[in-house]
T-cell receptor
Framework: DAKTTQPNSMESNEEEPVHLPCNHS???????IHWYRQLPSQGPEYVIHGLTSNVNNRMASLAIAEDRKSSTLILHRATLRDAAVYYCILRDKSGSGGGADGLTFGKGTHLIIQP | GAGVSQSPSNKVTEKGKDVELRCDPI?????LYWYRQSLGQGLEFLIYFQGNSAPDKSGLPSDRFSAERTGGSVSTLTIQRTQQEDSAVYLC?????????????FGSGTRLTVV
């Protein structure tokens, strides 16, 4: 899976929007962009994924650049419960399965929410 | 079940003993992954099962580690002759297909402590 680059940490205030950036300049045409988050002492939790178009769900929105070399996870109104490590991951749809197709987690962005 | 279930949630074992960790994936999910996460570190891929295909064991760190998946459902990760460096949280994830189009669902993990 192609590599992604995220800031190590970000800080935001409660009830304000949060924009978490991710760069993936080597993305291929068959790579899906996945976002997961990991709350303290829990397993990772799926947030959202997309291919080309912007996506919205109950948790967040995903804005994908036109050239797909970057994306932004948007939390519209952060709460203290959104404090977590957020991972941006590329997942190749064309993969035939196997270890190389396993989700590769980088360091992610540690999101800190101030009350 | 409603989610991925892992047991036990915590396991303390003496160095040199064997341990078995269990994962119950979401019913109908064909893809199952094992990861481990050492304290303060990212997720390390261990092994991947897809349907009835031979598992991809490329992430297993040594021959002391093995895993099986019976009937395409429950999976067991076995660590023989445990060492202190095996201490970590072991996470299981499942997906409805090999490339996680619908996202991967993670269990809460098994925290293994080797003393």
């Amino acid at each position: 899976d192609a590599k992604t680059t995220q800031p190590n940490s970000m800080e935001s205030n409660e009830e304000e929007p949060v924009h978490l950036p991710c760069n993936h300049s080597t993305i291929s045409g068959t790579d899906y962009i996945h976002w997961y988050r990991q709350l303290p002492s829990q397993g990772p939790e799926y947030v959202i994924h997309g291919l080309t178009s912007n996506v919205n769900n109950r948790m967040a929105s995903l804005a994908i650049a036109e050239d797909r070399k970057s994306s932004t996870l948007i939390l519209h109104r952060a709460t203290l419960r959104d404090a977590a490590v957020y991972y941006c991951i590329l997942r190749d749809k064309s993969g035939s399965g196997g270890g190389a197709d396993g989700l590769t987690f980088g360091k992610g962005t540690h999101l800190i929410i101030q009350p | 079940g409603a989610g991925v279930s892992q047991s036990p949630s915590n396991k303390v074992t003496e160095k040199g003993k064997d341990v078995e960790l269990r994962c119950d994936p979401i019913s109908g999910h064909t893809a199952l992954y094992w990861y481990r996460q050492s304290l303060g570190q990212g997720l390390e891929f261990l092994i991947y099962f897809q349907g009835n295909s031979a598992p991809d064991k490329s992430g297993l760190p040594s021959d002391r580690f093995s895993a099986e998946r019976t009937g395409g459902s429950v999976s067991t990760l076995t660590i023989q002759r445990t060492q202190q460096e095996d201490s970590a949280v072991y996470l299981c994830a499942s997906s409805s297909n090999s490339w996680g189009a619908d996202g991967y669902t993670f269990g809460s993990g098994t925290r293994l402590t080797v003393v």
